[in-house]
């Protein structure tokens, strides 16, 4: 095994932070083009649901009725999770493996101690990890300006919800999978079918703004469908490019990752907009082979500058959303009419 399996988890995260702002919990066969979660378990409020649901009551019940509430309880029990690991060459509980615990569950450091599972994917995996920014946020007296109390906890590390790129990249991340022997020798799927409209608006959805009223889960507007649609399908191609940028041989995980960018590519291509310079930067980033998305293991360095030049594409499309707002009508005949899984109600 590489490094990680060498170190405690005490060490690797004080290593990491010696290194670099953010903790990055490096696994086998990372190098420096994978796409890893960074986060300072020692930063995690443990408390979460009981300081969420202060204000945010109806979402925290969307939580504890979703998937990434329940994965704690039940996925390390799998057959499948333990005979990923076995064909891993490992042995042990996923919750307390350092290549399952990135993607599945959260992390908490007490005191600056080893990191401990203590949740699945929690709130702050999503909005990120809330010990610099919990007290601002539920600042309602000190701080009565709803904007400028908002704008302030994301100096200090809040995702709003209001910024896509930034609140989904956490999305494709994980569901990319962009691990080399975690698919070709743990064979764990390649992948997820991940589309950002379709989850969501599905089993995750808590848009129960704006406060004190939360009386219905609301389903975005057109207009925002829209906007996810184009944010996640350059999110997709940006993310899966840093997958194919860690691929070393021949095998399941680079023919997964092909398809997966080829089947983008197709997608940004057949979007049907006109006038947004953003995309069509966007699709001219893509290493291309006859049309076709360049499919070529140890080719880092051509993939991670082609996933950059997507990541500046998609923050300035972001950026002049608004600009845009009568040239992405022509999306809503790609926008997906069936979620994944049902929204709580």
């Known amino acids: 095994m590489k490094i990680s399996m060498q170190l405690t988890r005490k060490t690797q995260w004080g290593l990491a932070l010696a290194i670099a702002a953010a903790v990055s919990l490096w696994t086998p066969n990372a190098s420096a083009a994978e796409p890893i979660l960074s986060y300072d378990p020692a930063k995690i409020v443990a ?24 994965t704690y309880d039940e996925l390390h029990q799998r057959e499948e999770a333990k005979t990923i690991l076995t064909d891993l060459g490992m042995s042990g509980s996923i919750r307390r493996n350092d290549e399952c615990v990135q993607c599945h569950y959260t992390q908490h450091a007490e005191g600056g101690g080893e990191p401990k599972t203590i949740m699945g994917i929690s709130c702050q995996r999503c909005h990120g990890a809330a010990v610099d920014w919990l007290a601002i946020h539920q600042d309602v007296k000190g701080r009565p300006d709803r904007a400028a109390r908002l704008a302030e906890a994301a100096q200090h590390g809040m995702r709003l919800t209001d910024k896509i790129y930034e609140l989904a990249t956490s999305c494709y991340r994980c569901h990319t999978v962009p ?11 390649a992948g997820s079918d991940f589309e950002l409209v379709a989850w969501s608006q ?36 940006e993310y899966t490019l840093r997958g194919l940028a860690v691929a070393t041989a021949e095998g399941d995980f680079l023919t997964a990752m092909g398809e997966r960018a080829n089947r983008v590519l197709g997608d940004l291509k057949g979007m049907g907009v006109s006038g947004v310079a953003e995309i069509d930067a966007a699709v001219k980033a893509v290493p ?58």
């Open 288 to 345: 291309s082979d006859g049309g076709a998305v360049k499919v070529a293991a140890g080719n880092e360095a051509e993939y991670l500058a082609a996933a950059d030049a997507i990541s500046t594409s998609a923050k300035a499309f972001e950026a002049k959303k608004d600009s845009y707002a009568s040239n992405l009508a022509a999306v809503d005949s790609k926008l997906p009419t069936e979620y994944k899984g049902k929204a709580f109600e």
């Open 47 to 70: 408390n979460e649901a009981e300081n969420c649901s202060q204000c945010h009551a109806r979402s925290v019940q969307a939580w504890t009725q979703s998937t990434h509430k329940v």
């Open 179 to 189: 691990r080399e022997d975690l698919v070709n020798k743990g064979h764990h799927k």
């Open 202 to 237: 599905g089993e995750i959805r808590h848009n129960f703004l704006p406060l004190p009223d939360e009386a219905q889960n609301k389903e975005a507007p057109a207009e925002e469908r829209r906007l996810l649609y184009v944010i996640g399908k350059l999110l997709d191609m």
